[in-house]
T-cell receptor, first 114, second 110 residues
């Protein structure tokens, strides 16, 4: 049973606009959340994370929002650029950020067109 | 500093053959793991290790063995390859908040 769900397999956005990628989770013990980005033929790379004690974390064009009551998080990319086209994975862990198992969603393919 | 290195990058096996996927990291991370990525399935955890001499099963461990004799290396063994094991395999190491992934091994079992 998937504990981390990304219900949109794909998203297409025009360059310069906002991209919003969504993620839902079912396990209330999750307390650390991460987003990974993956280009074809490469391994996933870490993008941004958020602890459950926060509801927002920002890093440049990337912002992650966490709504604990809804068990929902989202990644906002503003402005979107063609180089952002990749698969984005949401991940979650329990028991703090260190050494906890990471549970991944199935990914969302983001395409940013000029 | 090479990060996480996986070999080989590509491999074709016949059903029933065995092989070992190699993974090495030079960051002195205690936590290492193996994932497989299949279309529409995301990243699924096969096995993981929280330190040398300690391994445990993930979501999809059947058909795979691991060992962790050193901090640096975490090989994944396919005992008798099956077509269902055709996938892209990623090794990752982790210390703290983020995992570092290797480039992946694309395995085809025919």
């Amino acid at each position: 049973d998937q504990q981390v769900k990304q219900n949109s397999p794909s998203l297409s956005v025009q360059e310069g606009r906002i991209s919003i990628l969504n993620c839902d989770y079912t396990n209330s013990m999750f307390d650390y959340f991460l987003w990974y980005k993956k280009y074809p033929a490469e391994g996933p790379t870490f993008l941004i994370s958020i602890s459950s004690i926060k509801d927002k974390n920002e890093d440049g064009r990337f912002t992650v929002f966490l709504n604990k009551s809804a068990k929902h998080l989202s990644l906002h990319i503003v402005p979107s650029q063609p180089g952002d086209s990749a698969v984005y994975f949401c991940a979650a862990s329990a028991g703090g950020s260190t050494l906890g198992r990471l549970y991944f969603g199935r990914g969302t393919q983001l395409t940013v067109w000029p | 500093n090479a990060g996480v290195t996986q070999t080989p990058k590509f491999q074709v096996l016949k059903t029933g053959q065995s092989m070992t996927l190699q993974c090495a990291q030079d960051m002195n991370h205690e936590y290492m793991s193996w994932y497989r990525q299949d279309p529409g399935m995301g990243l699924r955890l096969i096995h993981y290790s929280v330190g040398a001499g300690i391994t445990d099963q993930g979501e999809v461990p059947n058909g795979y063995n691991v060992s962790r004799s050193t901090t640096e290396d975490f090989p994944l063994r396919l005992l008798s390859a099956a077509p269902s094991q055709t996938s892209v395999y990623f090794c990752a190491s982790r210390e703290g908040t983020e995992a570092f992934f290797g480039q992946g091994t694309r395995l085809t079992v025919v």
